[in-house]
């Protein structure tokens, strides 16, 4: 287990170094971040402001080191300055910290407590109404285009209906779980949840029918043990497993969607911070902000891999 | 010109420019059908072959392709993605290309394990004994084996490369502008969703219905041809 453990963390280091040479290396493709400085239709930088940059950015350096530079940097939590407003990035990706987590959490618990038990019901009451029901709004969420749910739902709910309003995160002054602040988050929470909650709700329903098909389930009715009691002492501990080692993986596949769900709401987290800094070309946001996303993807498929060798000492370790 | 309300003309309505919604979904069409089947079909036959190498020869190679998988997938997808596709530039090849670079993992690790499970069936060794080469025993012998798993994989993961394509089409990275695109309609579209509805409402409503459409042919597929592939 433990060496299993220390195998999975050094590959999980790896891979990580390994993204963040790849989109080191792209962005540095993308063109010479120096012309961005020099504003289209203006006068230009003179020779001297060049130079002054180039070195205070590193630029006249070989890639390697210029790479190796900002590793080091990045290892002691220094994340170098923006392109375009010369501010920290870490200061920056600070501050869009919070309102991303925000919403992933958010969104995670609303997967969980709308894919679990509805997957449940499902299972139990195979071919009912209560089963399609679920199972639509399965295949929905997971054929749906999420900025096609935002946009559907900002038209339902903030145009025509005016339940909720939209733009922005709320106000700052208020914490988040008053209403005056939690109604933000309303729906790009709903439009974020939608897809994990329809993978979660399939899966469950799969492995729900899977044990309750089981002989011990059918002995322990035969015993004449009260239905719900079998169903969420014997049934559902036994199938919860794949599910909830699933759930992790769900949370990173947040890091996606938040980033669609971000632009079109005008939720100002690291989602947005990412794809203004591809529309820029500034190379330290986007090499910092994908490292983040990619850490948080690489940490929460690692801690599945845990939570699975925890859950169920059957599996084997090579 | 303006938007104008459904009509017998019209039927889906137009866009802000004036511009049928209908015929711009059929134009849309050909061009998703294109990138998805072209970055499918490319994805599924670099998958396939390298599984069933690495299946086959096991060894370093494929201890090496096996990490280069994992680390594939423990990656955020879409956003390497926009990063490629922002270097490399917009166009139609590139987003067959990086649609391909997200199919190859899954189709590589299922057909290995297939690989791997018929390789050590007496059909093979006894070819082997027969005197037949390595790469006549790959593709007279194993990959008629494999296709059924192939095609249910190519099948239900299409509906995951249109989402994909829908998402970077919508965040302005997908299909490049002259051609018409679903996303990019629902993007170009939101701003007048208070005056002009059916304009977002109706390309999300096909890009939806057609990825459940291969979702539901993927099922179908996978029971028809193998009921033990129920977990995929």
């Known amino acids: ?318 | 010109m303006d938007h104008e309300d459904a009509s017998i003309s019209y039927v889906l309505g137009t866009d802000a420019l004036g511009r049928d919604i209908l015929s711009k979904i059929i134009a849309g069409a050909r061009v998703t059908v294109l990138v998805v089947v072209a970055a499918v079909g490319t994805g599924i036959i670099v998958g396939t072959t390298i599984g069933l190498v690495s299946g086959f020869f096991g060894g370093i190679v494929d201890d090496v392709v096996m990490r280069i998988v994992d680390a594939w997938n423990i990656l955020p997808g879409l956003l390497i993605i926009l990063v490629v596709v922002l270097v490399l530039g917009q166009g139609l090849w590139t987003l067959i290309g990086v649609l391909a670079m997200i199919s190859w993992p899954g189709a590589v690790r299922l057909v290995r394990a297939e690989t791997l499970s018929l390789k050590s069936r007496e059909y093979v060794s006894l070819a082997r004994v027969a005197g037949a080469s390595n790469t006549r025993i790959m593709i007279r012998h194993i990959l008629p084996g494999v296709v059924n798993i192939v095609i249910v994989t190519a099948t239900l993961g299409t509906g995951n490369i249109i989402l994909t394509e829908a998402a970077l089409s919508f965040l302005g990275a997908g299909i490049p502008p002259p051609e018409p695109s679903w996303g990019r309609m629902i993007s170009e579209e939101r701003q007048y969703i208070d005056a002009a509805w059916w304009t977002s409402l109706f390309p999300g409503l096909v890009i939806a219905m057609v990825v459940m459409s291969g979702n539901f042919l993927g099922d179908w597929f996978r029971d028809r041809v193998d009921p033990t592939l129920r977990q995929l």
């Open chain 1, 1 to 318: 287990m433990r060496r299993y453990l220390i195998r999975k963390l050094i590959f999980a280091i790896i891979t990580l170094l390994a993204a963040t040479m790849f989109v080191f290396g792209l962005s540095r493709m993308a063109g010479d971040p120096l012309l961005l400085f020099a504003k289209p239709g203006g006068y230009g930088m003179s020779p001297e402001r060049v130079e002054q940059l180039s070195q205070k950015l590193g630029l006249d350096k070989p890639l390697v080191v210029q790479y190796l530079v900002w590793l080091g940097r990045v290892l002691t939590g220094d994340f170098g300055d923006t392109i375009v407003s010369e501010t920290s990035v870490r200061k920056l990706i600070w501050e869009r910290a919070a309102p991303t987590m925000q919403l992933a959490v958010a969104s995670f618990i609303l997967a969980i407590l709308m894919g679990v038990p509805l997957g449940v019901i499902s299972a139990v009451k195979r071919g009912s109404l209560s089963d399609y029901v679920s199972r639509t709004i399965a295949l929905v969420g997971q054929a749906a285009p999420i900025f096609w749910v935002c946009i559907m739902a900002i038209l339902l709910f903030a145009v025509t209906l005016d339940w909720l309003p939209v733009g922005t995160a709320g106000p700052d002054d208020v914490p988040f779980w008053t209403w005056a602040k939690f109604k933000y988050l309303v729906m790009p929470a709903f439009a974020l949840g939608w897809g994990p909650a329809a993978a979660l709700l399939r899966l469950t329903r799969s492995a729900m029918l899977e044990v309750l098909d089981s002989e011990y389930v059918t002995l322990a009715r035969a015993k004449g043990t009260n239905y719900k009691i079998v169903i969420w002492k014997h049934a559902f501990r036994n199938a919860i497993l794949q599910p909830l080692t699933t759930s992790a993986i769900v949370l990173a596949s947040f890091v996606t969607g938040a980033v669609v769900v971000e632009r079109i709401f005008a939720w100002p987290g690291v989602g947005q911070l990412m794809t203004d800094a591809v529309w820029n070309n500034d190379f330290p946001t986007l090499t910092s902000t994908v490292l983040v996303f990619t850490a948080i993807f690489v940490a929460t498929n690692f801690l599945a891999d845990m939570l699975y060798g925890v859950l169920n000492p059957v599996i084997r370790y090579d």
